[in-house]
C-alpha cells in the first residue's frame, strides 16, 4: 500500500515504453527517443543553444528546438543519426531480430 492507503500494482515495463502501451511503431519511435535523447545530452554537455547548434552544424535551429521539445514526428532514424554525426559522433547500430510473442503479435493491415 502506499502512504496514502491506495493500493497499487507495480508493473516492470519491457524496455520499450511504446511496446509496452501497444504501438505498432514502437521500435521505430524507441530508437527515434534513445538517438533525440543523445542529441539533448550533447547539446546540454556542450551547453550548446539551439542558434550555436545550427552554426557549428548547419542544421536549423527549429529542429534542434523540436528534438528539444522531443517532437519528433518529421524526423526520421537517420536524419537524427545525421544530426549527430553532424555533432561530432558517430552511431554504431547493432540490430538484433527475435520472434514476436503471441501477446505481441501485430494485425495485419488490409
Known amino acids: 500500500m502506499s502512504k496514502t492507503g491506495d493500493d497499487f500494482e507495480l508493473v516492470h515495463g519491457g524496455g520499450n515504453v511504446f511496446r509496452d502501451f501497444g504501438r505498432a511503431d514502437a ?61 561530432g559522433r558517430r552511431v554504431d547500430v547493432r540490430i538484433d531480430v527475435h520472434p514476436r510473442a503471441a501477446a505481441e503479435e501485430i494485425p495485419a493491415h488490409r
Not at 28 to 41: E, F, P, S
Open 27 to 87: 521500435d521505430v519511435q524507441q530508437t527515434k527517443a534513445l538517438l533525440a535523447a543523445r542529441i539533448i545530452g550533447i547539446l546540454d554537455d556542450e551547453r550548446l543553444s539551439t542558434r550555436k547548434a545550427e552554426a557549428r552544424t548547419g542544421v536549423n535551429h527549429a529542429d534542434f528546438t523540436r528534438i528539444r521539445n522531443v517532437q519528433l514526428d518529421r524526423f526520421t532514424i537517420d536524419r537524427l543519426m545525421i544530426v549527430l554525426n553532424k555533432l
